[in-house]
């Protein structure tokens, strides 16, 4: 057995800062993008240590919930994931809330790739973004991540963001990918779909190493 760290989080809907909950001994600071950046700072080392690798995976919807997402669209969160060395993120629903131009620009500025495998441009069926990255784990053994994104993204989605994007069924969508990439290694699947999609995925792909799920 090769030993793999996955760190993975989802929906952060723009909340970078800290924010107060009540607790046992009244309010308290929690959360933030610091102590999430600190904790895989820590991990990473922990594992360096032991010669373990470590991936950083997000499950999609990074935008929209903050004033700072709101006002800067975007640029805070981008510059935070990339400081943190985040692997690959999937495609969220909520990365089409200031429009397509927006997660293009975003998706450039990013230092890591977003995955789908089934949003494609209306038209054409080019896919908006790659299917898949492998990741070398050590010399002869790769892990690969794939991403895919809710299948109603266009009905959740104000219709002008999205009107140049179609979406293709998940299941039918991983399964044309899916031999080929199985013949690489353990294959993980970075889900932004319905927990309901994300078992039929696991019941059609039963080799499947893993499915990390968000939304």
Do not use: W
């Not at 919807?61 to 975007?74: A, C, E, K, N, Y």
């Not at 969160?77 to 990339?82: A, H, M, P, R």
């Not at 080019?126 to 993204?153: D, F, H, Y």
């Amino acid at each position: 057995p090769v030993p793999v760290t996955i760190l993975f989080f989802n929906d952060l809907h723009g909340h970078l800062m800290p924010f107060e909950i009540k607790g046992e001994k009244g309010r308290e600071e929690v959360g933030g993008i610091a102590r999430m950046a600190a904790l895989i700072r820590d991990i990473r080392a922990e594992n360096g240590r032991r010669n373990v690798r470590t991936l950083v995976l997000m499950a999609g919807d990074m935008l929209q919930g903050t004033p700072m997402s709101t006002v800067f669209r975007g640029d805070p969160d981008i510059e935070c994931l990339n400081a943190m060395g985040v692997d690959s993120a999937t495609v969220g629903n909520h990365e089409f809330d200031f429009g397509l131009d927006n997660f293009r620009r975003l998706r450039e500025r990013a230092a890591f790739p977003f995955l789908s495998a089934n949003i494609v441009e209306k038209g054409n069926g080019r896919p908006l973004c790659r299917s898949c990255l492998t990741i070398p784990i050590q010399e002869g053994l790769s892990l690969t991540v794939i991403g895919i994104t809710a299948e109603e993204l266009l009905t959740v989605t104000l219709p002008s963001n999205v009107a140049a994007l179609d979406v293709v069924e998940p299941v039918a969508s991983l399964q044309r990918i899916y031999g080929e990439l199985r013949s690489r290694g353990p294959v993980v699947l970075l889900s932004h779909c319905e927990q309901r999609t994300d078992r039929r995925i696991a019941e059609a792909l039963p080799d499947l190493t893993a499915v990390i799920g968000g939304h």
